[in-house]
């Protein structure tokens, strides 16, 4: 009778048994071992730092983890000897995770069969279990299993529909961030919902019903970000943004307010001059506001010209 291709050993009984569904997010430390007399080590996800994550039906680069794990209970640690036939995708996984505690300039990222069959893995160890495969031990620890709506997913791992329901959520998040003067959270809420609307946008045909109804949904988070990039003097992202709403809405009085404010902190006076001028005249209510506004910008526009003569004279008396 064949040996059965994995082989399970429980180390350490586990606290609650698990209803494992496709989308739960694992995380679990694991040891690998050569199944030599001396039980080499390769890997230890502890001294990488940080426990492997994977999420399940996914299809992670090595399926038998995926397998493994759906037969322990939470908090159990079990060894599982693993045939070879089954970890011949490990020194690639192991070179990934090894590379990503290095940093950037000494990692080497290609793998493709030239540079395998010149310079190898990058790691001896890998080199050898490559050209000569072998079965492995896993020692493994499961520290927590989270069902797919108990924990935030990240964009690669949502539908369509999950995107589009996630969108409004991001933009109450980024108000809420807003309200409470977080401006830097409140630009990642509105970055990230405006990013799956694009997303979603490229899978329609420009302009037809779905795309034009997703550039709606773009236009007050745009107006947002701009509010939040105003209050931290990142004037020219203000002024694209503001801009991309009135190539939509020519007259928001939002989108032309700010793109004005920008261009004074951005220092161009004739722009911002014309943007006010073109608020007053589509809302006349807006005129002492506005004017205000105008007072300031003649007030910077002296004060810099007051300083170019003053600069102009010295380089005369300097000469």
Known sequence: MSEPPIKKKILHAGSEKVDFKPGCKLAFHFITKLTDEDGTVLDDSRKMGKPMELILGKKFKLEVWETVVQLMSLHEVSSFTVDKSLVLSYPFVAKALRDMGKPPDAKRHHCCGVTLQNEGLGYE????????????????????VEAPDEYKKESWQMSEQEKLDHIPKLREEGNSFYREGKYKEACESYTLALGFI??????????????????????????????????????????????????????????????????????????????????????????????????????????????????????????
């Open 125 to 144: 160890d890998l080199n050898k279990l490559v050209k000569n495969p072998a079965d492995l031990e896993f020692i493994i620890e499961l520290l927590k």
């Open 198 to 319: 694009e997303q979603l946008m490229l899978k329609e045909k420009p302009h037809d019903t779905e795309w034009l109804e997703l550039q709606e949904f773009k236009m007050p988070l745009l107006l947002n970000l701009s509010q939040c990039k105003l209050k931290q003097g990142e004037y020219y992202p203000v002024i694209e943004h503001c801009s991309t709403v009135l190539s939509v809405h020519p007259e928001n009085e939002k989108a032309l307010f700010r793109r004005a404010k920008a261009h004074m902190g951005a220092w161009n006076p004739t722009e911002a001059r014309s943007d006010f001028e073109k608020l007053v005249k589509l809302n006349s209510k807006l005129e002492k506001s506005v004017s205000q506004e105008l007072k300031i910008l003649e007030d910077m526009i002296r004060q810099r010209n007051n300083e170019d003569r003053a600069k102009l004279a010295g380089k005369m008396f300097n000469v």
